[in-house]
């Protein structure tokens, strides 16, 4: 219990630091793309379904990003990373943030 609320409460501060921005600058998008792959990552480890994992990234990934065609980028991405058999936030960034 402690792990997930450790990791609700990093990720929360991550989303709050770049959701202050006003426009979705190439850095933003890449700052979400890691958020989202630690956080896909944590959330795997603590044995989360998929669907409450896509369900709570995606709340990160509206908050964060303003554009709607990022948004929907993310989203895309967001998913491919849940389906993925990897776990390790850094494989899942090298995988599809770069």
């Known amino acids: 219990m402690k792990k997930s609320l450790l990791a609700v409460a990093s990720i929360s ?3 709050f ?4 921005t ?6 933003l998008v890449s700052q979400q793309c890691k958020i989202s792959a630690e956080a896909v990552s944590t959330l795997k480890d603590l044995r989360y379904g998929n669907t409450s994992i ?3 990234v ?10 709607q065609e990022n948004k929907d980028a993310a989203q895309v991405t967001l998913n491919r ?6 776990n390790s936030a850094s494989a899942l960034e090298a995988k599809y943030c770069s």
């Not at 709340?59 to 303003?66: A, E, P, S, T």
């Open 13 to 15: 501060v991550a989303a």
């Open 17 to 20: 630091a770049y959701a202050s």
């Open 22 to 27: 006003s426009s979705d600058s190439s850095e």
């Open 54 to 56: 896509r369900k709570d």
């Open 58 to 67: 995606a709340g990160l990934i509206n908050l964060n990003l303003k554009a």
């Open 81 to 86: 990373m849940v389906d993925d058999q990897v």
